[in-house]
């Protein structure tokens, strides 16, 4: 089962943060798969959150969050996005993770404890059936999560579901190319979304958009920020709700 297999995989990943093991974006990064780097003062100041980013690339960059609006991360592991996205909304603000690995929560939790932070609440649930009240939240962030998902659909439909009108999407992910066309092309990039961690597959990026509009998002915009394998590519989405 994909999600078994997902969830024992950021299992592993936490203990190895624990051993002081697991690669990260704040080290050397020569598969590009970080994408847009974080501030290396962000990543120190995070203390354990920052040595235990896994994503590939950095979803607050796009984000532009403002004082006072409440954010959810997608997956948000050891919670570096959580905790930068709580210091960028200020005390009347909030910013909620949602992770189903006990793991990652457990190391999230205790980051939020080590940087003092108030504003934060770290969820245990899926990406697929977020455990939030309909209309609850300004910004969706997410950091190479959705496409581990078997059920993309669902997830921007939770998506769409938990946005406020007027609220918007900003998330980092990886994506397949658009030109690969017949069977061996598909099979190439399969191939290599594996080799890179996409357990479930990536989306073409017209799939992506199509789906980000089906689930009733609007203003979608897909931008590659760099190829990591042979027809996938690191991206940043935009959307918002109308």
Do not use: W
Request: overall charge negative; charged content about 25%.
């Amino acid at each position: 089962m994909v999600r078994e297999r997902v969830r024992a995989r950021y299992a592993t990943a936490a203990g190895q943060v624990r051993a002081g093991q697991a690669p990260s974006c704040s080290e050397a990064d020569p598969t590009g798969m970080c994408g847009d780097a974080y501030d290396p003062a962000q990543l120190a100041d995070a203390g354990g959150a920052g040595a235990a980013s896994l994503g590939c690339g950095n979803p607050l960059a796009v984000a532009e969050l403002g004082a006072g609006e409440t954010v959810l991360d997608l997956g948000s592991g050891a919670g570096l996005d959580v905790l930068l996205s709580a210091r960028r909304v200020g005390p009347d603000g909030f910013a909620y993770g949602l992770d189903m690995t006990d793991e990652m929560l457990d190391l999230a939790r205790e980051h939020a404890r080590e940087d003092g932070a108030t504003n934060v609440e770290f969820l245990r649930g899926h990406i697929e059936t977020i455990p939030l009240p309909d209309a609850s939240v300004d910004v969706v962030i997410s950091n190479c999560v959705i496409n581990l998902s078997a059920d993309k659909p669902a997830v921007f439909a939770e998506i769409a579901r938990v946005l406020r009108p007027g609220g918007r999407v900003g998330v980092s992910d990886l994506i397949a190319d658009d030109q690969a066309d017949d069977q061996a092309d598909a099979a190439t990039v399969a191939e290599a979304a594996a080799s890179v961690g996409a357990i479930s597959g990536v989306l073409r990026q017209s799939a992506y958009r199509a789906e980000l509009e089906e689930a009733g998002l609007t203003e979608v915009a897909v931008t590659t920020t760099r190829e990591v394998d042979a027809g996938v590519f690191s991206a940043i989405i935009r959307a918002s709700r109308p």
